[in-house]
């Protein structure tokens, strides 16, 4: 009965230890504003998926990438791009409509937060689905992985950035 009583006992102590749902997050390494100052590999991306043309490529290769991440809650943000659209309530399990923007058509939205402070968002219109997923925020820099996928053309392409924090 003793030995029943120990076996018990480890197997709840391992499901507790394995069974959670809970993210360890760090939501105050990521507030603040974020920079990419090149943007020739996000271009790139977009015109191998047949995401854009080369003329809005030039428009493009012009604009600034910025994010600014202000705290929502306990454990989630607003964030702001450089267009100031706002997005609030980015938490972990959130879904929702991205609006259309001057690049992207906008679409169904899935947002999870990962362990090692990984951000994931995936937009899904009828045209592309696109994956962008922040990680290895040392809190001055961090990368973010974009990948685009065509529904209608087959085409896919990825690019890394590097993001600097600058306010």
Not at 24 to 31: G, S, T
Not at 49 to 57: F, L, M, P
Not at 70 to 91: L, P, R, S
Not at 116 to 132: E, H, L, P, S, W
């Amino acid at each position: 009965m003793v030995n029943m009583m120990k076996w018990m006992l480890f197997a709840i102590f391992i499901f507790d230890a394995f069974a959670t749902d809970t993210v360890i997050f760090n939501q105050a390494i990521w507030l603040g504003e974020w920079t990419c100052f090149d943007n020739a590999a996000f271009v790139t991306a977009l015109l191998d998926a047949g995401a854009i043309n080369a003329v809005k490529a030039e428009l493009v290769k012009k604009k600034i990438l910025k994010f600014t991440f202000e705290a929502w809650g306990d454990n989630g943000f607003c964030i702001t791009n450089q267009e100031g659209i706002k997005h609030d309530g980015v938490t972990h399990g959130a879904t929702g409509h991205a609006p259309k923007t001057k690049l992207f058509k906008g679409g169904d939205v899935m947002v999870t937060f990962e362990e090692g402070n990984v951000i994931t968002i995936v937009i899904t219109n009828d045209k592309y689905v696109v994956t962008v997923k922040r990680f290895d925020n040392d809190g001055s820099t961090h990368k973010m992985h974009f990948k685009f996928e065509g529904k209608k053309n087959g085409k896919a392409s990825e690019c890394i950035l590097i993001m600097n924090k600058t306010g």
